[in-house]
């Protein structure tokens, strides 16, 4: 018969890291609840913008 092996990854520790960065970037700024939503999504682009760069 043909085996196949599945393997299963998880990845939760850069998740938490990003979700804390984002977390401690809201309390730093000090940013209401709607700038911080805002913040969510706009993070993540700035992050990439500024280190594309040295990414290549």
Known sequence: MNERKIS????S???LLWFGGWLFS???LNLGFWQGLLGLFVWPYFLGAHFMPVAG
Request: charged share 10%.
């Open 13 to 15: 520790g850069i998740g």
């Open 26 to 28: 809201i309390g730093y």
């Open 8 to 11: 299963i990854e998880q990845h």
